[in-house]
């Protein structure tokens, strides 16, 4: 019956992508619009003394210039607003970049250029920014969402490890990361009497709604949040952001419409981060291999106004099968913006743990795969696919044979190409993948096309297209006939595009409302004594290519069209189907050639494979291990936002100072799915994906670097400097 | 900021005469940059893409073929037009940013903007290059040795431009390399270029971003001319090409910055040099008839 589901069939967006006919966020044009700029705090701590907007307020074409004395008091709101405050209610400020002032003029260079000539006077106290620099001060702290504890015990961990054969202990880390979308954060607001309408390039229609609503006392229907195209989120559009909520207020100050769009250098400040972060791992184990502890301290920075950490070591409590465990995650208060999700948050700590395997299979003296294959997690027969994977022996298999694993020479520093060291290197990928409530409504028109609506949105992972996929597959239309609609709230409530959680969450209602469309119309048709399907008991007519058939008689038949016409009116129905959180898997195989006298590092050769469920469209699939091994690649290599120690200041705000890899640091990735349905998943049996591929690579590239050369680097990034 | 466009090399001489504050943009690549950042805001920009005359190169007639890029080439046509003579600039211009930026980016404009870290500059250093400015005053010819007077500061006066780069046909092998934080789209690390020059049994040799200006490393080109075998088959001892490293290292002045340390830019320029030495080395032992 499936005949879109599974393809790869290409983006249903793509011409209108390339043509420009897509319309983000900034591309509207709506008459009378201000333009807002921000103007940042230069200090990291302090107060507020004065602002003295003469210089700006004089620049031709401002219409004002507003500061905490011209603000309201807003209520702050709870998740998914991360931070403990609103800028610009009071006079402290808590981190460099912090919103002091927001300028609004007739164009955007004329705020921009006024931004520059507002003037603040500041107390200053010196600020903290790195985790070296408060070395006593780690802390639990309570934790914000109770799916994500702390702090997780299992066992006895300690003794365990005491009693262990073989032990290890080693401390791993990683710097600040900031998300990089191409597309920056940009917000319109729009007031019309008591509603407002926010274009707003958002990861959550319905989260930024909520957000908007519980901050000024509006209810939610007041408040409309469309987002229809994305370019890019990776994390930092999931949260609802202080710049948001900013030209909220301002726009109904200035009693017209207000524009903002943050430049790169304030998404250094503005969206959240990956933290820097230490990661003490210690593993007991037999001298077989045999997990017996796992112990892990993860220090993450936090602040002084709120304790929030985002990168849960998920995979040292869910991975393998070990009894005693003992993870707990610190906080270290700093003085620098709160940081946020970035793309696989437990890549993070997940790095520590794949690279701890790989020092403890050196140490034993056994395959790498063959250690993690001893400590695998049996699936648990009432809710195995929660936490492991009756598959991942497969994607090794897959992944090893594709890259050729078998003739690995186990030494380390031994394999050469002239004055290359050549180092190969695996680890498994795993991530969490959420399921949010999501409601979608289906309509069939009168010209018998399909319309989808639902407020989830597409990040640019795919997923108008997979949505559309699925309906026309479920109504049994070809796929130019559905047409999906998605980032509004004037659409039924949907799924945040975060934590892998589209398609776990919206397929599922998508095909369940499909299907009831699909019945209602058979039934139009069966009771119709115009239609050739009349008397045809509804269960043996099929529907293909637009039509329904009888089952059998392939020439009676009728069609979507014509039986709506008949009809008179549309076909509407609605539904929400909830799905449950799980975990993907894989495993990642790579191939370093690294140059020891000018310590470059090249990635020559990447094979993952991956069991994800189904697959619901093999290329949005493939793209997503394409991104996900690339982001690995700039974890590993190259990705570290740089803060000066005495200003606690981002010194390079930049994509020409903050390196992402590009082409020629890529290789094309070999990828292949196990591809088996998981009966757990209500999503066509598909779970969430997005942030799996990618989540073992830093690990991979640095057990390939110490293949290639006997020397094992715990920080990332593994730059030139530490490889000489 | 007033944006100028001249169509001949005549008036945008007056324009810049007219106005000494105007910046001249070629292909934009470092300009553009400099005004997203805010680094600058300069009174006007001229605009020197509507003057064909720029655009061009020839070679001089005389036997000991010379040949004059127009400032305004971009580094792809380097790549294809001029690879077999200058081979020393084409593999300088094939590490330069992208695609998009190889077609746009001009030697001219490296020379206008005299980054420490700009790609050619070595090479230029090497080949004997000189540079020709105009100002309505004239033209002059300036060596390159003498062109980059300090960080992103050249010889130019208020008024002149950048018309020409004159460059020899390359007479022996010559060697590029650089070290970027990533394989492409990058400022470099460090940077080197070697210059051999068999005939007169002399050798030059540049280092980029490793000094407050791209520099000649002289006391190696020095030691080069003297020790090496230039007569003589065979491969170069392990022991001249470590010397030759370290007195190119000897001749740096980095600093540390977010790109890499000062004591990694030294430690990899010696690693350049014996590198870029050996390369040469080999290709003129290709080259000689000796080894034929």
């Known amino acids: 019956m499936t005949r879109l589901v599974g393809r790869g069939v290409p983006r249903v967006d793509g011409r209108a992508k390339v043509t420009g006919a897509a319309r983000y966020a900034a591309d509207n044009e709506i008459a009378g619009v201000l333009h807002g700029f921000l103007v940042m705090s230069t200090i990291a701590r302090g107060e507020v003394r004065e602002i003295d907007p003469s210089a700006a307020l004089a620049h031709p074409g401002v219409v004002a210039v507003y500061t905490h004395a011209d603000m309201r008091t807003l209520t702050v709101p709870g998740f998914p607003y991360n931070r403990t405050f609103i800028p610009m209610q009071d006079t402290r400020v808590h981190y460099s970049g912090q919103p002091v002032a927001y300028v609004v003029a007739e164009t955007l260079e004329q705020a921009q250029e006024a931004a520059n000539l507002v003037r603040v006077r500041y107390r200053a106290e010196p600020p903290v920014a790195r985790l070296a620099d408060a070395p006593d001060e780690p802390f639990l702290p309570e934790g914000f969402r109770a799916d994500q504890p702390t702090e997780t015990v299992r066992g006895d961990a300690a003794t365990a490890l005491e009693q262990a054969e073989v032990r290890l202990e080693r401390t791993y880390g990683s710097p600040m990361q900031h998300h990089n979308p191409i597309e920056p954060h940009t917000t319109t607001a729009v007031w019309d009497g008591e509603t407002v309408t926010l274009h707003e390039s958002t990861q959550g229609v319905v989260f930024t709604r909520n957000v908007v609503s519980a901050v000024f006392g509006l209810p939610p229907a007041d408040v409309r949040v469309v987002s229809q195209y994305l370019g890019g989120g990776f994390g930092a559009k999931g949260p609802v952001y202080p710049h948001t909520l900013l030209t909220v207020e301002v726009a109904r100050l200035a009693r017209r419409p207000v524009k903002l769009v943050l430049s790169r ?186 319309t989808l609506r639902t407020a989830t949105q597409d990040i640019g992972t795919g997923t108008y297209t997979v949505l559309t996929q699925v309906a026309a597959d479920e109504l049994g239309m070809p796929l130019g006939q559905v047409t999906t609609l998605l980032g509004d709230t004037a659409f039924p409530d949907a799924s945040l595009s975060a934590g892998s959680s589209t398609v776990p969450s919206v397929v599922g209602p998508v095909a369940d409302a499909a299907q009831g469309a699909r019945d209602r119309v058979i039934a139009l048709a069966t009771t119709d004594p115009r239609s050739p399907l009349h008397g045809v008991p509804a269960e043996d007519v099929d529907t293909e290519g637009g039509r329904l058939f009888a089952r059998g008689d392939r020439h009676r038949s009728d069609s979507y069209r014509d039986v709506l016409t008949r009809h008179g009116r549309p076909v509407e129905t609605r539904s929400h189907v909830e799905n449950t959180r799980g975990h993907s898997f894989g495993a990642v195989f790579v191939e370093v050639r690294v140059q020891p006298r000018l310590g470059t590092v090249r990635v020559s050769r990447v094979a993952a494979a991956y069991d994800l469920g189904r697959v619901l469209n093999h290329r949005t699939a493939r793209g997503q291990v394409i991104g996900g091994v690339t982001w690995g690649i700039g974890f590993a290599l190259m990705e570290h936002t740089a803060v000066d120690p005495n200003t606690a200041r981002v010194v390079n705000p930049n994509l020409s100072t903050y390196l992402v890899p590009v082409s020629a640091d890529t290789p094309s990735v070999d990828v292949a799915f196990v591809d088996q349905p998981d009966s757990g998943s209500n999503a066509l049996g598909a779970r969430g994906f997005g942030e799996t591929p990618g989540t073992g690579v830093p690990a991979a590239i640095g057990n390939a670097i110490y293949h290639a050369t006997g020397r094992r680097i715990r920080d990332v990034p593994f730059t030139q400097d530490k490889l000489l | 900021m007033d944006f100028l466009r001249p169509t001949t090399l005549d008036e945008a001489l007056a324009a810049k005469a007219e106005r000494p504050g105007a910046v001249p943009i070629a292909g934009g690549t470092d300009v553009m940059v400099e005004l997203n950042f805010d680094h600058r805001r300069p009174e006007a920009l001229l605009d020197l893409t509507g003057v064909g005359e720029l655009a061009e190169w020839s070679r001089s007639s005389g036997s000991d073929g010379e040949i004059r890029l127009g400032a305004g080439v971009p580094y792809t046509r380097v790549i294809t037009e001029l690879g077999g003579r200058l081979p020393g600039l084409a593999m300088a211009s094939r590490t330069v940013g992208s695609p998009q930026i190889r077609n746009r980016g001009t030697v001219g404009g490296n020379l206008g903007s005299a980054s420490p870290a700009g790609d050619t500059h070595p090479v230029l250093l090497v080949t004997g290059a000189r540079v020709e400015v105009a100002s309505v005053r004239g033209t002059r010819l300036i060596p390159a040795t003498e062109f980059y007077t300090g960080v992103k500061r050249n010889a130019l006066a208020p008024d002149e431009l950048v018309t020409a780069v004159h460059l020899p046909e390359a007479t022996g092998p010559q060697q590029f390399a650089k070290v970027g934080t990533r394989n492409a789209m990058v400022i470099a690390v460090c940077s080197f270029a070697l210059a051999l020059d068999p005939d007169r049994a002399a050798a030059r040799a540049a280092i980029g971003s490793a000094a407050p200006t791209p520099r000649r490393a002289v006391a190696a080109e020095r030691f080069l001319a003297e020790e090496l075998p230039w007569g003589t088959p065979g491969p170069l001892r392990d022991s001249l090409k470590r010397r030759f490293g370290e007195l190119v290292a000897e001749a740096t002045e980095p600093i540390d910055d977010v790109r890499g340390t000062a004591a990694y830019r030294r430690h990899a320029l010696a690693v350049l040099a014996r590198r870029t030495l050996t390369w040469a080395w080999n290709d003129q032992q290709e080259r000689s008839p000796s080894c034929a």
């Open chain 1, 265 to 450: 250098a304030q998404m250094y400040t503005s969206n959240g981060h990956r933290s820097e972060f230490r990661n003490h791992v210690r593993l007991g184990a037999t001298r077989r291999g045999t997990l017996t502890a796992v112990i892990g301290t993860s220090t993450a920075q936090v602040t002084r106004t709120d304790e929030r950490t985002f990168n849960t070591n998920d995979s040292a409590v869910n991975l393998y099968a070990c009894p005693n465990i003992h993870v707990r995650q610190l906080g270290v208060r700093l003085d620098l913006p709160t940081s946020g999700y970035m793309r696989s948050p437990e890549t993070t700590a997940h790095f520590g743990l794949e690279t701890a395997m790989d020092e403890l299979s050196y140490e034993i003296g056994i395959d790498p795969v063959q250690l993690r294959m001893r400590n695998l997690r049996p699936t648990d027969p009432q809710n195995g696919r929660h936490t492991a994977s009756r598959h991942l022996p497969a994607c090794y298999r897959m992944a090893a044979n594709a890259f050729g694993w078998k003739w690995r020479n186990p030494l380390p520093g031994t394999t050469r190409d002239g004055d290359e060291y050549i180092g190969w290197g695996m680890a498994t990928e795993t991530h969490s993948h959420n399921a949010i409530r999501s409601t979608v409504a289906l309509t069939i028109g009168l010209d018998g096309r399909a």
